[in-house]
């Protein structure tokens, strides 16, 4: 399977702090997309990250990638409860399917 | 741009009966399209790819006879749910490609009762 591996599966954490999710996938990519879904809703595009880049930022967001370990984190930095959430990476690999290949998630509850 | 919909948002059908899932991309064309479930708590996993015109693909484990996907034209894509039980329960997420980028629709529950 391709699918890629997020940690933690859930996090908690007071308005205002950051939280850090991980993400590790196990094939080479061409990029890295971090998405957003609420309870029971589609999926959001955050941001994109090209294999060729270590890190990019997007607001209040901060994406790193690191291809030789094969692995990525998504910060968000002073959380709010709007930001509760589940977060998923996708990976775009750089052979075989040309669909996006989905981590196992990260539920984020965000405590005001 | 880039608007994708999806018909209907949320379905419950008896057991035994066919459900059919619309999925438009509204301001543009699709050649390529997936589709993905998503079960309760767990991630997306693709189940076909389908090209305009051509026959879909089927990801191991998803039954070909069971979910039939007609990807007539450029803007729009079905898959039906033959049969369904309840253990078809699931979320229903297409994703037409347009130049290398996959946009999402905003998926469809189905519960199968």
């Known amino acids: 399977s391709q699918q890629g591996e997020e940690d933690p599966q859930a996090l908690s954490i007071q308005e205002g702090e950051n939280a850090t999710m991980n993400c590790s996938y196990k094939?080479?990519?061409?990029?890295l997309q971090w998405y957003r879904q609420n309870s029971g809703r589609g999926l959001v595009h955050l941001i994109l990250i090209r294999s060729n880049e270590r890190e990019k930022h997007s607001g209040r967001l901060r994406v790193t990638l690191d291809t030789s370990k094969k692995s990525s984190s998504l910060l968000i930095t002073a959380s709010r409860a709007a930001d509760t959430a589940s977060y998923f990476c996708a990976t775009d690999p750089k052979t075989g399917a040309n669909n996006l290949f989905f981590g196992t998630g990260t539920r984020l509850t965000v405590i005001p | 741009g880039a608007v994708v919909s999806q018909h209907p948002s949320w379905v419950i059908c008896k057991s035994g009966t066919s459900v059919k899932i619309e999925c438009r991309s509204l301001d543009f064309q699709a050649t390529t399209m997936f589709w993905y479930r998503q079960f309760p708590k767990q991630s997306l996993m693709l189940m076909a790819t389908s090209n305009e015109g051509s026959k879909a693909t089927y990801e191991q484990g998803v039954e070909k006879d069971k979910f039939l996907i007609n990807h007539a034209s450029l803007t729009l894509s079905t898959l039906t749910v033959t049969s369904a039980h309840p253990e078809d329960s699931s979320f229903y997420i297409c994703?037409?490609?347009?130049?290398?980028?996959?946009?999402f629709g905003p998926g469809t529950r189905l519960l199968v009762l």
């Open positions: 994703s037409p490609l347009r130049r290398e980028t996959q946009y």
């Open positions: 094939t080479s990519i061409n990029n």
